[in-house]
């Protein structure tokens, strides 16, 4: 159970995705020139302090945030400056993201929440999918029966289901126990490999970052990156 899985194969074939010049900024700048590019099969980890600039740099790539300077460019265009219906494809077909927040329909069962994800992405319910999270003998139980790491992998399940090129996750692995993590990691890496799909990460979990492929460190405004991790 607690067997721990990475890729192992050099990352080799197509970019999926490439942010060039990024910078952004509220009342004060958070970043600035920031450039990340990610292959198929490939996993990136982001981290940080906190209040470094993280999850709103995961927002600005996974489409959810428009950033002051700069470009993301999927298939050969920058996102940003496509129309809003065709961006909103993107987010559809192409894009999954897990939330720190699960974004669970609550008044709905588990099963009919990932119903939801295949009625929008035309693709069926992975039943070994949900073995492999260990959330199989749940799934007709309503949302707030299931406790908050159920629930936790229910959202990324019902993430995966849809079949993305691109998984953009915010400490997908938060609430849960080193097991459970560990199992929802190892599902991850496999279903990219598999998929000739990317996983863009942000955790403080130091022991999760060394895991990817590469790791990225968000400090004074800059992302840095760091060949390995010390924890």
Partial sequence: MGETYKLDTPVTGDLLLEAKNLSHKFDYELFNDINLSLHKKESIAIIGTSGSGKSTLLNILSSLLKPSVGTVVFKSKDIYSLKQNQLLKIRRDDFGIIFQAHYLFRGFSA???????????????DKSLLKELNIDYVINQGVGELSGGQQQRLSIARVMTKK???????EPTGNLDKDTANIVMNTLF??????NAGLILVTHEHELA??????????????QEIKWLYY
Avoid at 190 to 195: A, D, E, F, G, V
Avoid at 210 to 223: F, G, H, I, P, Q
């Fill in 190 to 195: 496999k279903y990219i490999r598999n998929n």
């Fill in 210 to 223: 060394n895991r990817c492929d590469k790791v990225y460190k968000l400090e004074d405004l800059t992302l």
């Fill in 164 to 170: 993305p090129k691109i998984i953009f996750a915010d």
């Fill in 111 to 125: 099963i009919e929440n990932l119903e939801i994800a295949t009625l929008l992405s035309g693709e069926e319910i």
